[in-house]
């Protein structure tokens, strides 16, 4: 399956005030300690960040928000896209399992159904890293053509449902391995 998408358009969509306004109900309804969140930098987008969400004594941490219009639940469990592999020609390895990356949280929210799950972002990683062959084989393969700053590439990853990813998790954390349904 392949898709098309226009970094430049999304960024600027991710920024508008709805949509920091959604953000900061999923942060403030799952992290009551947080004080606020604040749209970080558009350079920061390359090192996963693009919101800091601050907490008392200035700790701040970085929020990577993926910004979905539709929720498909409905038609289909499979909701969320966890990149893989951010350049299919330079091997650049995709924002879910990149341990370079500043991101703390992620978070994946849908406009339409104001629906929102937030994940650790190391939990996550962890867990995709793990449990890659499980995603594969529950997951739907996915390769996205993105256009961005004069450019375009290809990256590669899967469209799975946050229960398996929660399954991982909650997997990785027992240190038991996952069974498909």
Request: net charge positive; charged share 25%; glycine share 4%.
């Amino acid at each position: 399956m392949s898709a098309v998408t226009d970094f430049n358009a999304d960024l600027a969509r991710s920024q508008t005030p709805a949509i920091h306004a959604a953000v900061w109900k999923a942060i403030s309804e799952r992290e009551p300690e947080a004080l606020a969140i604040h749209p970080a930098h558009p350079e920061n987008d390359k090192i996963g960040v693009d919101y800091w969400i601050e907490y008392q004594h200035v700790r701040m941490e970085g929020l990577d928000v993926k910004i979905r219009a539709q929720d498909y639940l409905h038609k289909d469990p499979r909701t969320a896209f966890i990149e893989l592999i951010a350049n299919t020609r330079t091997g650049k390895l995709g924002w879910t399992v990149d341990p370079l990356k500043r991101t703390d949280w992620i978070l994946f929210y849908y406009i339409d159904t104001d629906r929102h799950v937030l994940y650790a972002a190391r939990q996550l990683r962890n867990a995709v890293i793990i449990y890659r062959e499980y995603l594969i084989g529950v997951g739907r393969p996915q390769t996205t053509a993105t256009k961005s700053r004069g450019g375009s590439y290809d990256s590669f990853g899967l469209i799975v449902a946050h229960r398996d990813l929660m399954r991982c998790i909650v997997a990785n954390s027992h240190s038991k391995p996952v069974k498909a349904d």
